[in-house]
């Protein structure tokens, strides 16, 4: 028998009365760090039409994180930016096509992705449960913080517009754009993909796939832990982040997926705070969202939220 | 039009044939080790150390069924990224159950990053102006021995060996004659040099990106492609093959692929992607069910 329609599930996530204040103390102890720029122009990926740049920040616990950085040669000043947020196991791109485009965008490696752990390195499958039991050093901790530092790193930029500047990504990057739309009101257009981080509790009640399944892994063998670890997760989960934001978002998910069930993205969508919101289911689709027909509205989104032929 | 013969680097098989001595003439020395968190009462996860040529200490995955051996077998040929699971994402776990599954982490990727740490982009431009430097030549080597030592294993039925990837996975099959099924998704070394000017998708943007600052090297970055080709490889493969390629008009399709799919000495089946991780995971899961004598396949619970 197949399961109920994955918009009419009720989420059993519970957003903590304390969920605010935790990350106002995160974000107080992040800006003690100072970002520490460093801006490497890369001849090998750099084009006719494009410079890239590697670049590397400080971070939450003076974590080095590394990211690409692409700006369009055209002249046209300032930009809009797209900050790119990656998926859980894939290697952030170089985003030049994006560039193309007329943005000037950031791809944002967090800790333990490669080039970004060497202070930190928990390794796949591992990241999702590095101290699960301890909402204070959980992975995610920092990781989310090292994500919405993109932010500041683009408003750093003499060419960025920073009253123009996006967020997106798919799976986990789909995640990030959820909470750093969330945590950073700089972000004035957001479009998330079949968002990961979302739901855990329920996700792992629903389907037995990698990577959530790190999470019943755990559980097996530290039963006891229980309650410990969903006390954590209620502090990262995104449907607990959605209600924040306040941008236009577009989501969309695929009704198969079997990495981030549907149910979690609705419970996600549904709590999303901002008016200006659509969400695009896409059946007969997996993780992969519908990405083939959606990477149109996505291009289209930001084209009417951050104006790139302004220049 | 050149045969296939007359387009195939003159020294391919000399090159191979080294590599394979090499390999050879370098002891595995194999170490297993139980992996706790990953043990489910269905099936047991062992970390696994080979040693490739180099010599180059590798890790690798292996997920036996709890219950009677010999076990039909899934082995994920190493993708092109950096972190290597035991299962691919999205996977059920409960697959494990039926099948001995092996992935290894090629040099460079996480797990056996050391003394080599691959970085993306970058790996496949890495000694990329000599066939003899060139990483995947190491990386092909890697993926060999993993499927050798899955093969030795006791729990696994030869008879049921399925290799599951990119073009590594065609190729380690043509090398090692050892699996009896092939499920491929061509790309990225297909006519790599012919295709990599058309394209701004990594990892072939990393060949243009590379003769952008080294154009004194096309020839060479040619020569050493041309030895990773799969058309080269396809008639030493006799397996069962599965073909996953664009549909007709798109990059990859039946027409681009023809020299390739005609020269697999095993038989062939070709299906046109439907750009949609669920149907084509399901095709692909309901055609491995179907090859290994299963009524049903074993699928992640919303499909």
Known sequence: MGRPAPHRYVSKVVRPPDFDAFWEDVL?????????IKVVPDKLRSSDDVDVYQVFYDSLDHVRVAAWYCVPKDGRRPLPAILHLPGYQSDPPVSKEWARLGYATLTVAPRGKVRSNKQFNPGYPGLLTYSIVDRNTYSYRGFYVDAWRGV??????????ARRIGATGSSQGGGLTITAAAMRPEIVAAAAGAPYLCGFIDAIALEGTYPYQEINDYLNI????REQVVTTLRYFDGINFASRIQCPIIVNIGLQDNVCP????YATFNAIGSPDRKMYPYDGHGHDAGRRDHAAIVEEFFRTNLEPQQG | MESQEEQRPDAFQSYWDAV???????????????IPIRTTDFATLYGVRLTSIGPYRLTAYLSIPTGEPPFPALFFAPGYGSVVTHIPQGAPNSMRARYATFSVAARGMRGSEKPFEASFPGLFTEGIDSADTYIFRGIVADTCRAIEYLSSRSEVDPSRLAVIGGDVALIAAGLTGKPTHVAMDPGPFFEAAERAPATQAYPLQEINDYLRLHPRKRTAVERTLSYLDPRWFAPAVKAECRLTGGAEGEPLDRRALLQLLEAIEGNVTFLETEHSSYKDGLSLHRWIAEQFGFDEPILPSIW
């Open chain 1, 222 to 225: 530290h039963p006891e832990s």
């Open chain 1, 28 to 36: 107080a102890q992040a800006a003690l760090v100072p970002l520490n």
């Open chain 1, 152 to 161: 500041d790193f683009l408003m750093s930029r003499n060419e960025v517009d």
């Open chain 1, 262 to 265: 549907p149910e979690t993205g």
């Open chain 2, 20 to 34: 394979l001595a090499e390999l050879e003439s370098t002891p595995s020395v194999p170490e297993v080790e139980k």
